[in-house]
């Protein structure tokens, strides 16, 4: 094993045993000194609009200001002829929405071929078409991420470019996964910037869940090997590993990617356990080239798509459910934690349409 293995490596620590419960386990004393001991729960959200309401009107109510459902919605209210017309400008709005060219087309030619066949009534049966279609697109992807509580711990590494919202986002799931009673353990391995290990440890504390860090500039491969062997020994369930944001056009950073993934996929051959991708929904159509470019140098197991709430077009869901089948896990409709949500086809698609032609 390399000369850095040996010298990050934690002591050897006395086997700790498996808890029946979701409580973290107590510190060791011979932990790596690395990993900070959080016990701060405070909300640091009041300054944030109120969490979305749970279900079908939350989701409506934070993605009701995205392009695809202003333009859907504003298409079906008026109550449209059942016509090539109604079809030209669903097909508009579809592209604009960033769906994506060849995932439109298919769609409108599909509606067009059953219009033609005298399949629909009026628009009202058109729009329920529509609806069926675009859920058919999401539902393969639609498969929530499920916890082996067996692995202990469950490793989830997140990737992602720059600025998607990806140590974000690993807070939002510590305080999901704490909610849930797991033990959970953070390890900073954004290691090229010293408010990156800052952030994550302020998520730390606000969740009372410990976090491995070591100095920035630090190598990420063996921050990442000291979490994994502290939450071994501890018998965490869930371990989080941030990892510095790079451009998927960065050839050497994304090969260190490939490194961290590696170190610890020696640990165990099922580990890590998932590759999570976080995805800016706001990105559009660029966001197709960051998930095959990524995908091309680490095993990419889930998605989770930020920034769906304001302005984003929404649409580029669709665009990677068709182009790669990966599972989307969780939507970010809004700032505080409880907007990260799990991804559902049905409720997402529904948030993007009138409730009804009459609405």
């Known amino acids: 094993m390399v000369s850095w293995f040996r010298r990050n490596k934690p002591e050897a620590a006395a086997p700790v045993p498996v808890e029946t419960t979701h409580q973290p386990v107590a510190p060791l004393a011979d932990a790596p000194s690395g990993v900070v001991a959080n016990v701060s729960r405070d909300d640091e959200f009041a300054d944030f609009a ?3 309401a749970p279900g079908t009107s939350g989701w409506r109510q934070r993605l009701s200001g995205s392009g695809i459902a202003r333009s859907l919605s504003g298409l079906f209210r008026r109550n449209p002829a059942l016509d090539d017309d ?3 400008e669903i097909e508009t709005a579809l592209i604009t929405a960033d769906v994506g060219v060849s995932a439109t087309t ?3 030619d599909d509606l067009r071929a059953r219009m033609n066949k005298r399949e629909f009534a009026d628009a009202a049966e058109l729009f329920a078409a529509l609806r069926g279609a675009l859920i058919a697109i999401l539902q393969p992807v639609s498969k929530p991420l499920l916890i082996d509580g067996s692995a202990r711990p469950f490793v989830i590494v997140t990737v992602g470019v720059n600025g998607v919202g990806k140590t974000t986002t690993i ?3 510590a305080r999901k996964f ?3 009673r797991r033990s959970l ?4 391995g954004d290691t090229f910037r010293a408010a990156a290990v800052a952030q994550l440890q302020a998520w730390g504390e606000r969740n009372d869940v410990q976090v491995v860090a070591q100095g920035q500039n630090a190598d990420a491969a063996a921050v990442a090997f000291d979490a994994y062997q502290a939450a071994k020994a501890r018998g965490v369930e869930v371990l989080i590993a941030d990892t510095a944001g790079r451009l998927h056009t960065q050839g050497g ?3 260190e990617l490939a490194k961290i993934v590696r170190v610890l996929g020696r640990q165990s051959s099922d580990v890590p356990h998932e590759i999570l991708m976080v995805i800016d929904g706001t990105t559009g159509q660029n966001a197709i080239a960051q998930v095959r470019a990524f995908s091309a140098k680490v095993p990419v197991s889930g998605l989770v798509v930020t920034k769906l709430d304001g302005t984003a077009k929404g649409g580029v869901v669709f665009a990677l459910a068709r182009e790669f089948g990966i599972p989307i896990r969780y939507a970010g ?5 409880e907007d990260l949500r799990v991804f559902d086809a049905a409720t997402f698609v529904d948030a993007l349409l009138p409730e009804s032609l009459s609405t």
């Not at 353990?185 to 900073?188: E, G, I, K, P, T």
Request: without cysteine.
């Open 106 to 108: 298919a769609l409108v």
């Open 50 to 52: 109120p969490a979305a």
């Open 185 to 188: 353990m953070l390890a900073a």
């Open 171 to 173: 807070g939002k799931l």
């Open 178 to 180: 704490r909610d849930e």
């Open 86 to 88: 109604l079809l030209d």
């Open 333 to 337: 409709i809004g700032e505080r934690p």
């Open 253 to 255: 950073l994304m090969e």
